[in-house]
């Protein structure tokens, strides 16, 4: 008799996961647009969860990378900087049956009006639900990133029964060892039963992963620390490792023509589904 463990025989099919920073409409905007198009082309996703997505006058730069791709998309902003809207989309090969979102929470007078994006997309192989945030950026906000993590955490439990681990996507502005990310690995206390995240990049990336690199001409310019900051995150895997992390890789960081589409690199994972 052979041992199968405690998942049964593994699945063989995948879901492709990405997760980008797309930089709003700040540095060479017009010039990156193409780079940001192509490099998401190769990437060939089936999700796909953008932050610093604008908008305005009636379309999305998510929307016009989603005609382009021929996929589904959602957005959600709270954000409106000099009337062109800051936010976050979720983009998807098969259709979204249903969306919802909801600002973080944040002190008034540290307010950077981020959101929570969730959708309900209708696989192939049954419902998945992906969520998309993008948490406050500065350093000496931890504390504030921390009672991000809890909001988005009891959105993500009131949100059951799934058939699907959650897929938690973004960028959380925050290293693999600081608070708010052991929270959600299961290292800290999220203060929500039954509600883990596996880390896509420690379960199957390779090197540091550093989606904000010096490498980068644009990140460089902030004269920041290198660190990974951008994450796929997928809840415990069920019956056939259904929601584990077959490999993980970066998205973004080989320029289109010259030219680096976004100052963050991004995440792509393929996840059992």
Request: aromatic fraction near 10%; include cysteine; proline fraction near 6%.
């Amino acid at each position: 008799m052979t041992w199968e463990g405690h998942y049964g025989p593994l699945l063989d099919t995948t879901v492709r996961v990405a997760t980008w920073n797309l930089w709003w409409r700040f540095g060479p905007w017009e010039e990156r647009a193409p780079a940001i198009l192509e490099t998401l082309r190769r990437v060939d996703a089936d999700v796909v969860c953008l932050q610093e997505v604008w908008g305005e006058a009636g379309t999305t730069s998510a929307a016009r990378i989603a005609d382009e791709l021929g996929l589904h998309h959602a957005f959600a902003s709270q954000l409106d900087l000099e009337g062109v809207e800051f936010g976050n989309a979720i983009l998807s090969r098969w259709p979204i049956i249903a969306t919802d979102w909801w600002p973080l929470p944040s002190p008034v007078e540290l307010d950077e009006h981020r959101t929570l994006l969730v959708a309900d997309v209708e696989g192939p192989r049954g419902a998945l639900q992906v969520w998309c945030t993008h948490l406050n950026w500065r350093f000496d906000h931890s504390a504030i990133r921390q009672e991000q993590v809890r909001f988005i955490a009891g959105k993500i439990a009131d949100r059951r029964p799934r058939s699907f681990p959650p897929i938690l996507c973004g960028d959380m502005n925050a290293a693999p060892d600081s608070d708010e990310i052991r929270m959600l690995t299961g290292r800290a206390d999220l203060g929500v039963p039954k509600l883990v995240f596996h880390d896509a990049w420690e379960v199957a990336g390779a090197g540091d992963g550093a989606t904000w690199s010096n490498d980068n001409p644009y990140a460089a310019l902030d004269l920041e620390p290198a660190r990974r900051i951008d994450y796929v995150l997928v809840g415990w895997p069920r019956g056939g490792g259904a929601g584990h992390v077959r490999s993980a890789a970066l998205v973004g960081v080989e320029p289109v023509d010259g030219v680096v589409g976004s100052d963050h690199y991004g995440v792509v994972a393929e996840i059992r589904y």
